[in-house]
């Protein structure tokens, strides 16, 4: 009897001092913002994401603030992804950016991770769908739908995506390639209730018309982001647009850190470095295309309300070698050798 009276006891203190421990530990978190961030999306969601977790470090946010996730699939489209959740497909390749808040690990398909509380989802189309209004609806419409449907709680965001280089021969190309996204979005976009539009592509080709353009249009592939100055305009984006609400802090008040820095250096080759005299200028590119999403700079620009950026006619551009061995101050058509790698036009 005083065994069973001891035992009792001791399970009673017990379960008092770890139900007091974990009310406690609860009430603090409760007491900060916290951010699920979920990307549905292809390579281009893995560029964009991943640079934020430093961000958010060097913004002063907690890891168990935060968690953000890429969902991805390469060349995903709008289409893909809603066959793939019509059909509660398996997930095939899900990143973990960085975050320490528990966000449905043992989910298996889409369906099932977007019954989790993320605050925000986002979308995008495939860089090779993107200038093709075309192969936008009935997909984003749905796909816009089901999430409100399965996470009603999630503010839905765009990721207006970048073009490709010029030396591409179709797809989104450019300048005029960027415009046809740009437009698609602005149109689209409020149609379909986007909640957020993340002006990437606008803020890399503002970029692109400055000295920051070394002769690979701040790509490592003349698709995919170039590491180091391409991702890091890509992230602010991201953060000023989706973190800066929710946090209440700003990446563009906040120099670079060493870490940020030496994110992807041992990478010299797809990499452009962030440098004390360059991130003035990524940053002012990310503000302007945060003021107005769907238009670039020009040349003679003099609207004294934004940043003041520096439009370069001629951008910078290093000597290109063509398959045949010539030399060329522009890519050669059919493909080049720069740095070592061969480029083959598509």
Same mark, same amino acid.
């Given at each position: ?34 951010? #699920? @961030? ?50 509660? =497909? ?20 889409? #369906? ?37 449907? @399965? ?107 060493? #870490? ?65 061995? =010539? ?18 036009? =598509?």
């Amino acid at each position: 009897m005083k065994t069973t009276f001891f035992l009792s006891l001791w399970l009673c203190l017990w379960l008092s001092m770890t139900g007091h421990a974990r009310t406690a530990a609860t009430t603090g978190d409760d007491d900060k913002p916290q951010m #699920r @961030l979920l990307f549905l999306g292809n390579s281009f969601s893995l560029d964009a994401s991943h640079m934020l977790p430093q961000q958010l470090e060097d913004a002063g946010v907690n890891t168990r603030q935060y968690t953000i996730d890429c969902v991805m699939y390469a060349g995903a489209t709008l289409e893909y992804w809603c066959q793939h959740i019509r059909e509660d =497909r398996p997930i095939k390749y899900r990143f973990h950016m960085g975050g320490k808040l528990a966000t449905g690990d043992s989910c298996r398909t889409v #369906r099932e991770l977007l019954g989790e509380p993320w605050d925000v989802v986002i979308i995008q189309q495939a860089s090779r769908m993107s200038d093709k209004e075309e192969t936008y609806e009935p997909h984003m419409d749905s796909l816009c739908r089901v999430i409100r449907t @399965l996470c009603p709680q999630a503010r839905i965001a765009w990721l207006l995506t970048w073009s490709v280089a010029p030396y591409f021969t179709h797809g989104p190309v450019d300048r005029a390639g960027w415009e046809k996204i740009a437009d698609i979005a602005r149109t689209h976009c409020p149609a379909d209730g986007i909640d957020l539009v993340i002006p990437a592509g606008t803020a890399l080709q503002t970029a692109r018309q400055t000295s920051l353009n070394d002769g690979r249009y701040l790509t490592r592939d003349g698709i995919h982001l170039v590491l180091g100055v391409g991702r890091y305009i890509a992230a602010m984006c991201v953060f000023e647009t989706v973190c800066r609400p929710i946090f209440d802090t700003s990446c563009l008040d906040l120099p670079p850190s060493q #870490r940020m820095i030496a994110v992807d250096s041992k990478y010299p080759n797809d990499r452009l470095p962030i440098t004390e005299s360059n991130y003035p200028l990524c940053k002012a590119c990310v503000a302007q295309a945060l003021a107005d999403p769907y238009r670039l700079p020009m040349p003679n620009d003099t609207d004294s309300t934004g940043p003041h950026i520096f439009i370069d006619s001629k951008p910078a551009r290093l000597p290109y070698i063509s398959l045949d061995g =010539r030399r060329s101050n522009r890519p050669p058509k059919g493909g080049f050798i720069y740095m070592g790698k061969k480029y083959v036009s =598509r």
